[in-house]
């Protein structure tokens, strides 16, 4: 009776351990296609920052920071620290800016100017609270 008790209780403790030993074998994609999606992820964060670095480069958007007392060299290094939904949402905005201001426009019109300005502002506070 113990003997059979045992050989049922290995059987059991066999049957349960192949489904796990099969499931870690087996990836839902393959390792190609997530190092592609990485390096996507990686190349879309990088032009993100690229984009913010651009506008804040401006020389309409360093007159900006200088009327309001800006330090730029801070916001520069704070953009380093932008991840996620925070530097897709800052880029955005810089895209808009950079637009305008590459658009050949002689003077700089409100509404870039208080995107300017917002644009600042949120990275500071990013900066602020991390």
Known sequence: MRTSISLLVMLMLVISAVPRIHAQSAHAAPQAALDAALQQHVAATAADRETVLR????????????????????????????????????????????????????????????????????????????
Request: charged residues 15%.
């Open 55 to 130: 506008v804040l480069d401006h020389p309409e958007v360093k007159a900006v920071a200088g009327q309001l007392g800006i330090d730029l060299r801070r916001a520069t290094s704070a953009v380093a620290t932008l991840d996620g939904e925070q530097l897709t949402e800052l880029a955005a905005q810089a895209s808009q800016v950079d637009e305008a201001l590459a658009g050949g426009q002689s003077r700089v019109v409100i509404s870039t100017t208080l995107i300017i300005i917002v644009l600042l502002i949120l990275i500071l506070i990013v900066v602020a609270v991390d």
